[in-house]
């Protein structure tokens, strides 16, 4: 796993998925009391990073390996993300998704011509599911985080970031990244330690699912007493990657905490001053450089906005606590 | 007017407001039964395209013309524009909003640092309003679309879409385009005239609110009845400009008119394909490609997604609309 992968995903991603914008607003600066660059990922394809990730690894596969179809388990954004290349890539792709996923994920995963299997995320391992069913179909499972061409292409994100806000004259910052598995905070880390070596990433977690910030205090790979329970479901996951780990550890600074309200806060804050829709899991980072400025560095910082995979009724409900 | 202007305002809003990503998804091409790209300017800084107008036309003034500062008449999104540009070259600008106007525009507008003075939208006269305050404080109006150097910003937005459109091999659309006064409309046909002769830009307007349309046809300056009633504030204009006219009925094809639960539809569809909040006047170019695509020609269609500064409460009400 190194910046050459990076760089080479980079190169088939090219017109496949949207360089997205880094955003500004005075009145998030205002907020955060701090200048706040946002990276709008929630406008890639698919509708978060995850569109990047599953292109790098489909389009890595060898054409004889990739023809015999994909599998993969996620709570949605993967799942999207896999299913819209495989469909590009003229293969069938098989998703495990938890029962309790959002319904406009399922949905955008059937619309995108995969076959969802559906498992219960209390009582069942998806991973266990996954196995079994690309041994029976000769299907390559592409995992959603420790697989180092999804790695890489959760890496593309890190390029641009670097490129656009050397653009801006910034140079130093704090990156905030939504963490689950750690496949895009590992990947950000990669690209900005070749590209922005002044930048520091830096893991958000929602409370109570605070594996990779343990894991960084403790030194060792820290799992969640639960994977359901926030309504952060995009990164609900148990704990961080044999591969993203000792990526995390060597790169990364503190990981940082917030609640389901502040990332609420921050849907709202992205509403109001970006006019762009966040999902809870996806405005983590952004919360915390609104909410959580006291542990950030520096006078510019800048916040992932990993995704945007919403059901309406729950973002009216969100909508709904705006001041 | 003409198209060195626009490439002149292009180089004074370099680095200034963001070169907006056109967007797709397979959701949005499926309701349209063809390829549909948003052009979206609801993320161009204060939320609508008008932050380039503002910013061309105060950015070309002499400086000792503009130190005196500025005024503007606007339901909002000009305000932001001319407010946002006002601040950033540290001159004043008084902004006359009509009082029924959004509060996250009108809020909006005063966080920007303007003076905001509120009129009657249904019995007082705007422009009247303006030019007696520009004469007693000496202040430069800038008005919304009739003016030579907001209409070369917005023909900036034209630029790039013939840009991007030729990235993705597309030299031959129907470009969508929500109108108001014209400022947008004749500014991006000034510019797909020059760099994409190929395309064919289509004023797209609110039922009851047909103007363009209708002057179009007649071949002269026709006015609405009312400049309120419908749900899309922001290009409630009484006629196209004496300028922009001229420019519409040399460049444009047929007007096109949608209701306002399109542009609902429109709205939800943003949110659930782009994850981009539109407000229902930038909404109702995508309307038209969504639901009118018996009035247009191509393959593909082009939406301008003019902007989205909408309040959270009507935003949740009409996301409960969502099937």
């Known amino acids: 796993m190194n910046i050459d992968m990076i760089r080479a995903a980079a190169l088939r991603l090219e017109g496949n998925v949207v360089r997205t914008p880094l955003l500004s607003s005075p009145g998030l600066d205002a907020i955060a009391g701090r200048r706040v660059l946002v990276k709008a990922e929630a406008l890639q394809v698919t509708g978060s990073f995850k569109g990047r990730g599953g292109w790098s690894a489909i389009s890595a596969l060898p054409d004889d390996v990739r023809k015999r179809g994909v599998i993969a388990y996620s709570s ?28 406009a994920k399922i949905e955008g995963t059937k619309a995108l011509g995969a076959e969802v299997v559906l498992y219960d995320r209390a009582t069942e391992d998806r991973e266990a599911i996954g196995d079994k069913l690309a041994t029976e179909r000769g299907l390559t499972l592409i995992k959603p985080y420790d697989d180092p061409q999804v790695i890489a292409g959760q890496g593309t994100t890190g390029l641009e970031i670097a490129a656009q806000a050397a653009a801006l004259g910034v140079a130093q910052a704090d990156v905030l990244v939504c963490c689950g598995g750690g496949g895009l905070t590992s990947g950000i880390a990669l690209a900005l330690e070749a590209d922005a070596p002044g930048m520091r990433v830096r893991p958000v977690e929602p409370q109570g699912f605070d594996d990779a910030t343990r894991s960084l205090i403790s030194g060792r790979i820290e799992k969640n007493a639960t994977t359901s329970g926030s309504i952060c479901d995009a990164i609900l996951t148990q704990c961080p990657g044999n591969i993203t780990f000792p990526i995390l550890q060597r790169l990364c600074g503190p990981g940082i905490i917030v609640t389901d309200d502040e990332a609420k806060q921050a849907m709202i804050a992205a509403f109001r001053h970006l006019n762009l829709v966040l999902e809870p899991g996806g405005a983590v980072g952004l919360a915390a450089a609104l909410f959580h400025g006291s542990e950030v560095e520096g006078d510019t910082v800048i916040a992932v906005a990993s995704g945007g995979n919403v059901d309406a009724a729950l973002y009216a409900t969100v909508l709904a606590g705006a001041g």
Chains 1, 2 share one sequence.
Do not use: E, W
Request: zero cysteines; charged letters at 10%; a positive charge.
């Open 76 to 103: 949605g954004n993967h799942a999207q993300g896999v299913a819209r290349a495989a469909q590009a890539h003229g293969i069938s792709a098989v998703i495990i998704m938890p029962s309790d996923a959002p319904r």
